[in-house]
């Protein structure tokens, strides 16, 4: 299971900082990270951090968005500034593990009020 929290209300400009913690009967990760699904449209890809470090991110973010993970706690965070309307969505907690494959948290909303 993956458990998300942080999600909110926010003015344009604002800040919020996502958390996701897996439990205990999630292992072998490989990679943790974030989705984001807006009203009538797809869900697409945040933000990505692998066991090595690196990171992906999606250009709509960058600069803006910050992701980190902690391995021995299996918790990733993603540190959202410089909030616009258009980051309006449900955030979704993502995991890969060997294995078993991928893994979705329940989602939390965020809302950017302009």
């Known amino acids: 299971q993956l458990v998300e929290s942080g999600g909110g209300l926010v003015q344009a400009g604002g800040s919020l900082r996502l958390s996701c913690a897996a439990t205990?009967?999630?292992?072998?990760?490989?990679?943790m990270g974030w989705y984001r699904q807006a009203d009538g449209k797809q869900r697409e890809l945040v933000a990505l951090?692998?066991?090595?470090?690196?990171?992906n991110y999606a250009d709509s973010v960058k600069g803006r968005f910050t992701i980190s993970r902690d391995y021995a706690k299996k918790m990733v965070w993603l540190q959202m500034n410089s909030l616009k309307p258009e980051d309006t969505a449900v955030y979704y907690c993502?995991?890969?593990?060997?294995?078993?494959?991928?893994?979705w948290g329940q989602g939390t909303q965020v809302t950017v009020s302009s």
């Open positions: 993502y995991c890969h593990r060997v294995g078993p494959g991928d893994s």
């Open positions: 205990r009967a999630i292992f072998s990760i490989d990679t």
């Open positions: 951090i692998r066991n090595d470090g690196s990171t």
